[in-house]
Structures are given as structure tokens and as C-alpha cells.
């Protein structure tokens, strides 16, 4: 069932987007969203800011409704977390959930993800 995750230090009222549980997060939904190529891009950046970052902070080359839709893909099969700072939408990996349902998975996904970046070109 998704839970609704307030920005951190809201006061009550603040905004929430809904977040699958960490139970409920499936692989075959985690795979899904992983195999596009902008939201890999997404999932990168995040794993190399090592923290949150803001939508606008990851440049990608769609449209603004476009790249909305790539979020909420991975926020609804729970590979990152969002929650607004003020105005700002934030965004963060989750890193912890994914490692201890998928042990490697996430590691495995960016080491060839920086493989085929070396090999093709950027993402």
C-alpha cells in the first residue's frame, strides 16, 4: 500500500506524494523503470550526487511534462523518494530499500551503465 511521504520538517498540511512501501516494491517494476534510458540517466545522477537533488538540477533532453513522467515512473515502482523543500521537488535514490530487497542490483545497473557510456558515448 503507498504511503504518503511528507517533506522532511513539514509542518502538517505540507505536500506529499504517494510512495510505494517498501514491501510492496516489486523487481519486475524496478526493472521497468530502470530500462529507459532517461530514467537510467535519472537513477545515475542521483547515485553520483550521493544525496538529494531538484528535478531541474538533472538535465535531461525532453520536455518539462516529459521528464514529470519519468519521476513519477520511478517514485511509483519505488526507486527514489520525492518530497518538495518549499517549492522545490527534491529527489533522493532509495538506496537502502533497493539494496536490501535486491542485494547488487542497484551497484550492478550503474557499473554497466558507466560501461556503456564508455563504450557508446554519454547517456
Excluded at 532517461?38 to 518539462?64: F, H, Q, T, Y
Excluded at 523518494?81 to 537502502?96: D, E, I
Amino acid at each position: 500500500m503507498p504511503t504518503e511521504t511528507p517533506a522532511a520538517g513539514a509542518a502538517s498540511g505540507a505536500r506529499s506524494l504517494p510512495h510505494p512501501d517498501r514491501e510492496d516494491i516489486r523487481l519486475a517494476q524496478v526493472l521497468h523503470a530502470l530500462a529507459d534510458p532517461m530514467r537510467l540517466r535519472i537513477v545515475c545522477a542521483l547515485a553520483a550526487a550521493e544525496g538529494e537533488l531538484n528535478c531541474a538540477d538533472i538535465e535531461l533532453p525532453v520536455s518539462k511534462s516529459t521528464c514529470t513522467h519519468h519521476f513519477r515512473v520511478l517514485r511509483e515502482h519505488g526507486v527514489i523518494q520525492q518530497f518538495y523543500r518549499g517549492t522545490a521537488k527534491m529527489n533522493g535514490l532509495r538506496r537502502t530499500d533497493l539494496d536490501e530487497l535486491f542485494p547488487g542490483l542497484i551497484d550492478g545497473v550503474l557499473q554497466a551503465a558507466r560501461l556503456q557510456e564508455r563504450r557508446l558515448g554519454a547517456l
